[in-house]
Structures are given as structure tokens and as C-alpha cells.
């Protein structure tokens, strides 16, 4: 399986990891609920605001803001997650995170997103670098029309399917209390009509 990530870029104190479903042929414990919210990222210093923080990810990555594509909002107003996709001046689609844990994207070459890929994600998690430290582990993401819902596969074989909401994202949360116990999201997979149609591991 191919991994095609070009650009990648995270603006917070969190960890982040991002990658790419590719088509392989032809509260807490379950999806983020969404909601009406404005995006709020948390700054990593005193000098930069929530505002200017995400404008920071999008000037780096000449995103073209005039012509994104709100992808949902989900969570609560105080922990909560603005998703979106949106050109670049320089030829590049990008799907953009933009939390209560920092402002995170994954870009690709190219207008469509989803010429080569099913899904495009990022995992975000923030706390100390010790499992038995972590507080917050999300994995968000955007899909084709192919795809109607994900799964998420853990550690112990637990598994959780997240819907997508109606613009084709989804957002999940673990549960906090799994993840100390090591208990960890191994693998995301793509799924269409029940069936898979890809699936990437999850590494922390």
C-alpha cells in the first residue's frame, strides 16, 4: 500500500500523526456528536491567539481560505473540533484540523483529494509522552463518496464503526481510560455498504 502524504504541518503542543486510506482494488467512547461551533485552537504561547494560530498552518500552506470547504464541527464549545479540505496557491488540496488541541493539516498534490486515496486522517493526542499520561487521542478524517462509515480497530480487538456526518467527515475520540491502560487504536478501516474497502494502521 502506498503512502502518499506531501505536506504536513502542526501548529500546538500535541502529537500528530497523518496519512492516507489508498483504495486496495476496485461523548468519549463513541464519534464525537457535531455541533455549532466556532473553531478554538489552543496556542502554544502567549504570543500567538486562536485566531492568528490558525492563520499561521494556513499561510504556511498558502491555503487558499476563500475557497474551503467546511467539512463539520463537532464536540463541545470548550473541546471541540472544525474540520475542513481547501485548495493551495501552489497546486495542493488540503484537509485541515483545527482543535482544542492545535491546528493540524495533511495536503496532497493535486485538486482532488481523493483521486488516489478513500480517506485521508490525522491522529492527535496531547499529555505526556507516557500512555499512562495521555488525555486526549481523536482521529478525524474526511472520505470519498465511496465510503459511507470507518471502523476503528484497538489493541485488544475492540472495535468501534464511526458514521460519517453528511459532508463526509467524521471525528472520533477514544476513551481516555483505555488508552492509559494500553489499550490503543491499532487500525482504521475505510468501509462501504458493511464491506472494507481499505484500511491503514494506527500507530502512536
Known sequence: MIIKVLVTITV???????GSL?????????????????YVARAVNQSLTPANLFDVTAQRL???????????QFGTTTNHV???????SNGKTCFLNDSS??????CMSGTDLFAD?????????????????????VVSGVASDDVDAVQIIYSSGKTHTVQLNAL????????????????LPTKLVA????????SFPLNQ
Not at 23 to 37: I, L, M, N, R
Not at 191 to 198: E, H, K, V
Open 12 to 18: 500546538c503542543a500535541a502529537s500528530v500523526m497523518v
Open 22 to 38: 489508498v483504495f486496495s482494488g476496485s461523548p468519549d467512547e463513541q464519534a464525537v456528536k457535531p455541533v455549532e461551533a466556532k
Open 62 to 72: 498558502k491555503i487558499d481560505i476563500g475557497h474551503a470547504t467546511d467539512r463539520g
Open 82 to 88: 472544525h474540520l475542513m479540505t481547501a485548495p493551495t
Open 101 to 106: 488541541v492545535g491546528t493540524a493539516a495533511s
Open 117 to 137: 486515496h478513500a480517506v485521508v486522517y490525522l491522529v492527535q493526542s496531547s499529555g505526556s509522552p507516557s500512555v499512562k499520561g495521555i488525555d486526549y487521542l
Open 168 to 183: 463526509h467527515s467524521f471525528v472520533y475520540r477514544a476513551p481516555v481510560a483505555w488508552v492509559r491502560d494500553g489499550d
Open 191 to 198: 468501509l462501504t455498504q458493511g464491506d472494507q474497502l481499505a
